[in-house]
T-cell receptor
Framework: EPEVTQTPSHQVTQMGQEVILRCVPI?????FYWYRQILGQKVEFLVS????????KSEIFDDQFSVERPDGSNFTLKIRSTKLEDSAMYFC????????????FGQGTRLTVV | DQQVKQNSPSLSVQEGRISILNCDYT??????FLWYKKYPAEGPTFLIS?????DKNEDGRFTVFLNKSAKHLSLHIVPSQPGDSAVYFC?????????????FGEGTQLTVNP
């Protein structure tokens, strides 16, 4: 069964460093997403991406965040200068359609900022 | 942001009995609802969904009920099995979004005892 894959599974970084989280969405899906879950809190939407541009972003997704689809398969989330409060599980997801469809999630990347 | 709320952080049931997980929402623009199951260190896994034009959707042991006037949905699992023990998230998407952005509830930890 097709699945969304994320790498790495765990990333430890120093505060102020840049990190790139990588995702390979399901191959025939057109819409891509990043969510995060801070320990003990809700899963929160960060950004959606379609046709090589951001289609929607939340208030969390400020200037320190960026997304890119550098080739036909990868979808990345970059955090330019990490803060302690960026420590969370980051989930990538993809959907085949724009609306009324389930999102398929990857297994997540645990980001720890020290 | 309390647009989707799961008021029970935990639920414990006996194997073979019914599990009922509840979810309330406030945003009247929500028109598609989903339930996800999540194990520790994994991403959310889609279970079942329902469109706002329906009031019930069934898939095997899982049934989702939607009461639009009360802005309430519930997930019924019958019969419950020990392998169903996980965190269950209710999620919703709104007709005014450009994609399938999901708003999640806090989650309910279901424990099914043998």
């Amino acid at each position: 069964e097709p699945e969304v894959t994320q790498t790495p599974s765990h990333q430890v970084t120093q505060m102020g460093q840049e990190v790139i989280l990588r995702c390979v969405p399901i191959s025939n899906h057109l819409y891509f997403y990043w969510y995060r879950q801070i320990l003990g809190q809700k899963v929160e939407f960060l950004v959606s991406f379609y046709n090589n541009e951001i289609s929607e972003k939340s208030e969390i997704f400020d200037d320190q965040f960026s997304v890119e689809r550098p080739d036909g398969s990868n979808f990345t989330l970059k955090i330019r200068s990490t803060k302690l409060e960026d420590s969370a599980m980051y989930f990538c997801a993809s959907t085949p359609f724009r609306r009324n469809t389930e999102a398929f999630f990857g297994q997540g990347t645990r980001l720890t900022v020290v | 942001d309390q647009q989707v709320k799961q008021n029970s952080p935990s639920l414990s049931v006996q194997e073979g009995r019914i599990s009922i997980l509840n979810c309330d929402y406030t945003n009247s623009m929500f028109d598609y609802f989903l339930w996800y199951k999540k194990y520790p260190a994994e991403g959310p896994t889609f279970l079942i969904s329902i469109s706002s034009i329906k009031d019930k959707n069934e898939d095997g042991r899982f049934t989702v009920f939607l009461n639009k006037s009360a802005k309430h949905l519930s997930l019924h699992i019958v019969p419950s099995q020990p392998g169903d023990s996980a965190v269950y998230f209710c999620a919703a998407s709104a007709r005014d979004t450009s994609g399938s952005r999901l708003t999640f509830g806090e989650g309910t930890q279901l424990t099914v005892n043998p």
